[in-house]
Nanobody, 126 residues
């Protein structure tokens, strides 16, 4: 069983900063990709950043220069540093990860699947 949990959201004034975390737990062999999505009120969920197991990083144009994604592989955690926040950044932020995990006690068998976290709310006041 694998779980993703996001944390670090909250209420912040425009211009402020937040750091979100997403931690995977369970019998994990490897995390291949960790993505961050944002879902603003009334809008579809949008992919905004990706980091791969090899360290490759991609950003959506809407967040380039303001948001930074990083990972701590030893902790199975990805971080999203958000600076210069704007009211339009108000959204629920989700992580989504491509994870290989063990399915047996002796760790001989593995499966691979994508998992979603429950999301964390970020509200930016003007």
């Amino acid at each position: 069983q694998v779980h993703l949990v996001e944390s670090g959201g909250g209420l912040v004034q425009a211009g402020g900063s937040l750091r979100l975390s997403c931690t995977a737990s369970g019998s994990i062999f490897k995390i291949n990709v960790m993505d961050w999505y944002s879902q603003a009120p009334g809008k579809q969920r949008e992919l905004v950043a990706r980091i791969t197991e090899g360290g490759s990083i991609n950003y959506a144009d809407s967040v380039k220069g303001r948001f930074t994604i990083s990972r701590d592989s030893a902790k199975n955690t990805v971080y999203r540093q958000m600076n210069s926040l704007k009211p339009e950044d108000t959204a629920v932020y989700f992580c989504n990860a491509d994870i290989e995990y063990y399915t047996d006690t002796f760790r001989n068998l593995r499966r691979r699947a994508w998992y979603w976290g429950q999301g964390t709310q970020v509200t930016v006041s003007s």
